[in-house]
């Protein structure tokens, strides 16, 4: 069966790209669909948000609607690849979704199961199958589009979760492939491997064991860094959103001087949403007592609110500000970049 519902036929010139870039890599047509992961077209300015990939694993495929309380779904064991994506602007979920699905008819995919929020189960169907941890991926309840498809010829097998929140698309592709296939194809010389996330983690397994905490440290704190973009899409989602990029000084209540990008999308998120108000909960560090760390904490969350209402024109009486010390640590406090990331303020949302 073809792929229903799609868009302008965008995936037979990519799937010839896709072949064409293989041949130049000295790679057969057949490895390259099992070992790569799939094209897929998405808007400009699109951000990568995760990109992982499970040597063996097993990945759950949807075959249809929610039956009672369960979502039937192959299990189908191989290498998988979790891609997410966010892409800002006025697209619509199905705008997103069409040319994927295209793409996906031009690389020999055959669609298993589709359907929008309503159709699929909405709630139950979210929840029934896997969708990557926020703030990687977020997926609001009657706004998403799902598609699943199996391609006959490889084996290999894809299932694509598109939900707008705010202002925002996220775009989860969930992929199968033959686990005895050889790893992703090397980078043709003008398009050189992206950082791959879990690369530094390797690394610190090859270097020193007392660097690892390190490592985790910095790991954690990029994964804040790609989520400042999306504070009010977290908010809104989970209620609450760690301003990751604000930097204090062990011991001080003083902010950096920034310019902090998670205070500036707070900022307009409460412009915008004018009968909101917020909790501003500071962390610590562990060194010095816990008496003193969740007086330091609470000091430093009204720093954060004088910063807002100083910098940005907004009304105190929307703020409220709290201190938790060190009793909620993101990060190890045994190492300098570990206490570094503790040092922080999360905002939790009071009313909408």
């Known amino acids: 069966m073809r792929l229903a519902r799609g868009g302008a036929t965008r995936g037979g010139a990519n799937g010839a790209r896709a072949v064409l870039a293989a041949l130049c890599l000295g790679l057969s047509v057949s490895s390259m669909t099992q070992a790569a992961p799939v094209d897929v077209p998405l808007p400009a300015g699109e951000e990568l948000l995760r990109d992982q990939e499970t040597p063996l694993a097993t990945l759950l495929l949807p075959t249809g609607p929610v039956e009672g309380d369960r979502v039937p779904s192959d299990a189908l064991e191989g290498r998988i690849y979790r891609r997410s994506w966010r892409v800002n602007g006025t697209w619509s979920t199905l705008q997103v979704l069409a040319p994927i699905r295209s793409a996906l008819e031009g690389q020999g995919f055959e669609e298993t199961y589709a359907c929008t929020a309503r159709a699929c189960g909405g709630f139950a169907f979210r929840f029934g199958i896997e969708v990557i941890p926020a703030p990687d991926m977020a997926v609001h309840l009657s706004d998403f589009e799902f598609l699943s498809a199996r391609n006959p010829e490889s084996g290999a097998a894809v299932s694509v979760l598109v939900s707008r929140i705010g202002g925002s698309v996220y775009v989860q592709v969930l992929e199968r492939h033959d686990p ?10 003008d398009q050189p491997d992206a950082e791959q996330p879990g690369a530094e983690t390797a690394a610190a397994g090859a270097g020193e064991a007392g660097d690892v905490s390190s490592f985790l440290a910095d790991a954690i704190k990029k994964a804040g860094v790609l989520s400042t973009g999306a504070v009010a ?16 000084a062990s011991g001080s209540t003083a902010m950096g001087e920034g310019p902090f990008d998670t205070l500036r999308q707070l900022a307009a998120f409460l412009q915008e949403n004018a009968s909101a108000s917020v909790l501003l909960v500071g962390h ?10 969740i007086d330091l904490s609470r000091r430093r969350a009204a720093s954060v609110r004088e910063r807002l209402v100083s910098g940005y024109d907004i009304d105190a009486d929307r703020i409220e500000v709290a201190g938790a010390g060190y009793m909620a ?11 570094e990331i503790n040092r922080r303020v999360e905002v939790v949302l009071v009313t909408p």
């Open 180 to 189: 005895d296939a050889p790893l992703r194809p090397p980078a043709s010389p």
């Open 233 to 248: 899409d977290l908010l809104l989602l989970q209620g609450h959103a760690p301003l990751l990029d604000l930097e204090f």
């Open 284 to 293: 610590t560090d562990t060194v010095g007592g816990l008496d003193a760390n």
């Open 329 to 339: 640590p993101l990060a190890p406090n045994t190492t300098a970049p570990g206490r």
